[in-house]
């Protein structure tokens, strides 16, 4: 009988002592999990879409949606701020027809840190590029975009992200 209770409170003693060690690895896993989210800010998220207007040509959409009280700023920002960047590599397949157009509400602003009026877009942008394609064969677009962002209290380094979009020529 006194080894059964011996035993019986050894099992309950060793299930109290593991829990405490799963207690004490989740508190330090979640611990490092939250630093790293802490010092990782990401206000953007980007999405890349090909819109087939016609037989060879389309437009490819460059989407940014920002989170609350974050802006990005446009092509033509302003003086100081980087503005954003569109960048297209070659392909002898594809012709960039135009400019990339930006669309979306943008702000203006004058800003006294960097004496100049700035020009932004705040919640989303789409950036836009017509292209053609030169013959029928499927081919990728690939880029980058290169891109400043900011809130009321910060601004965020410039940050490149690329980006590929299949496109059918048939």
């Known amino acids: 009988m006194f080894n059964r209770h011996l035993i019986k409170h050894h099992i309950i003693l060793q299930d109290k002592i593991n ?3 799963q207690f004490f690895l989740l508190t330090i ?3 490092f999990f939250f630093a790293a989210n802490a010092q990782i800010e990401n206000p953007v998220q980007w999405s890349y879409t090909a819109k087939k207007i016609s037989d060879k040509n389309y ?3 460059i ?5 609350n009280k974050w802006h990005i700023y446009s092509q033509n920002a302003g003086d100081g701020p980087e503005p954003t960047v569109l960048s297209f590599d070659k392909n002898p397949l594809v012709k960039l ?5 930006e669309k979306g509400k943008m702000e203006k602003e004058y800003d006294n840190n960097f004496k100049s009026e700035l020009r932004f877009f705040s919640h989303t942008v789409d950036f836009v590029q017509k292209i053609k394609l030169k013959s029928t064969a499927s081919t990728l677009v690939k880029g980058s975009i290169s891109y400043m962002v900011c809130n009321d209290k910060k601004c965020l380094p410039p940050k ?4 590929t979009l299949k496109l059918s020529g048939k």
């Open 29 to 31: 896993l979640s611990t």
């Open 160 to 163: 490149e992200v690329p980006f």
């Open 63 to 67: 989407t940014a949606t920002l989170d």
């Open 59 to 61: 437009e490819l959409h």
């Open 97 to 101: 027809d135009g400019k990339v157009q």
């Open 19 to 21: 829990r405490m060690k």
